[in-house]
């Protein structure tokens, strides 16, 4: 009898079809296994909101620019239904709400699956930073393979759930190596490129809604939400943009679209 609740659990759970608490595995939490926190523990993090819906997370870089996945922005949205939050613990109260004045997607986007996937949103009105908005410094260099990460977004709780807290959301991953993520350790093989880097502790995970958000170790921000097998899936960690690989593209855009608007 056990063995048959367990094998339902995680069919319904590949399945994403609705099973009552009791049957989840333990993936209680927010992001995946994560617990609610305050915007002053992570004031780097924006919410990318189209037509009043969170539908991204983002990293404040400088006063008016903010970092966040390209696949946030391919579908080429009109500037005029976005709007970032920076802030606010809440996506849908608080802080300060930009409307957007340009966004960049990285030229190389998509040539190798999900390579490349880092965007710029510059923002109409300037932030001021204060102990709720703070810009993250971007890595240089990877984090090391097993290095603690922790990720923050307003993302859905687990894989298949239509429905966003809106409280802000944190949990600590580790870093799974570029090398090690396509390995046969793992079930993504050649799907993880050149400028990807994972992260995977079992039971928790970023997840829908948490894409384009930051993921910070050591201080830097290391990579941003991209892609995963679904949510907390084992065997298959989360996909992240590796910051370290694309930072000169950030610096070099960053600046470009700051002199292009002033
Ligand atoms: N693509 C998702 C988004 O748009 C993020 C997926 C992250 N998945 C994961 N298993 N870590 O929000």
């Known amino acids: 009898m056990l063995k048959f609740v367990i094998v339902l659990s995680v069919v319904s759970c590949v399945l994403a079809a609705p099973t009552s608490e ?47 996945a390209a696949h946030c922005l391919s579908s080429m949205p009109a500037l ?14 608080g802080g300060i709400f930009s409307q957007v004045a340009a966004y960049k997607i990285h030229e190389l986007y998509g040539q190798d699956g999900m390579s490349n996937d880092i965007a710029l949103i510059l923002l109409a009105t300037p932030l001021k930073f204060s102990s709720t908005i703070k810009p993250i410094p971007l890595a240089v260099t990877a984090p090391p393979d097993g290095a603690v990460a922790v990720i923050t977004g307003w993302g859905t709780k687990r894989s298949g759930s239509q429905t966003l807290p809106t409280q802000l959301q944190a949990v600590n991953l580790e870093v799974v190596s570029l090398a090690k993520c396509a390995s046969n350790a793992y079930g993504y093989g050649e799907e993880v490129t050149e400028t990807m ?50 930072h000169t593209w950030v610096e070099n855009t960053a600046d470009a679209l700051t002199s292009q608007f002033n």
């Open 22 to 68: 009791g049957l989840q595995p333990q993936l209680d939490g927010r992001i995946v296994g994560g617990v609610p926190t305050t915007i002053s523990s992570f004031p780097w993090q924006i919410s990318l909101q189209r037509s009043g819906s969170h539908s991204c997370g983002g990293s404040v870089y400088s006063e008016n620019i903010v970092v966040t």
């Open 80 to 93: 005029s239904i976005l709007r970032v939050r920076a802030g606010s613990s809440y996506w849908n109260s």
């Open 197 to 246: 880097i994972c992260a995977y502790t079992s039971g928790k995970d970023s997840c829908q809604g948490d894409s384009g958000g930051p993921m910070v170790a050591g201080g830097v921000l290391v990579g941003v939400v991209s892609w995963g097998m679904g949510c907390a899936f084992p065997n298959y960690p989360g996909v992240y943009a590796d910051v370290a690989a694309l």
